[in-house]
Nanobody, 122 residues
């Protein structure tokens, strides 16, 4: 199947910045949407930002103006630039991608990464 690996999570002070990366690997024919989700303890997983293969983006209201999602289609990689971080941004951030894999015939996939911890201190 498709493996997604996130990196870049860390402990930072409020107002700081982090850049998360997610690399997809496998017998990938194409990737359609890619997105970043986050989940804090006791909270539901929520969409942070998403991006289509054509570059259209969508952001949660809570991160608009602070976070930027981008992708490198040639590298099957999606990024999340996070600026002006707040303590309420603390969560495990997960990468998601959907598209098609080559498995005899083309088959749809939707995969999640293992998550990377982002902690923002006061």
């Amino acid at each position: 199947q498709v493996l997604l690996v996130e990196s870049g999570g860390d402990l930072v002070e409020a107002g700081g910045s982090l850049r998360l990366s997610c690399v997809a690997s496998g017998s990938i024919f194409s990737i359609n949407g890619m997105g970043w989700y986050r989940q804090a303890p006791g909270k539901q997983r929520e969409l942070v930002a998403s991006i289509t293969s054509g570059g259209n983006t969508n952001y949660a209201d809570s991160v608009k103006g602070r976070f930027t999602i981008s992708r490198d289609n040639a590298k099957n990689t999606v990024y999340l630039q996070m600026n002006s971080l707040k303590p309420e941004d603390t969560a495990v951030y997960y990468c998601n991608a959907d598209g098609s894999v080559v498995d005899g015939l083309l088959r749809h996939f939707s995969s999640w990464g293992q998550g990377t911890q982002v902690t923002v201190s006061s």
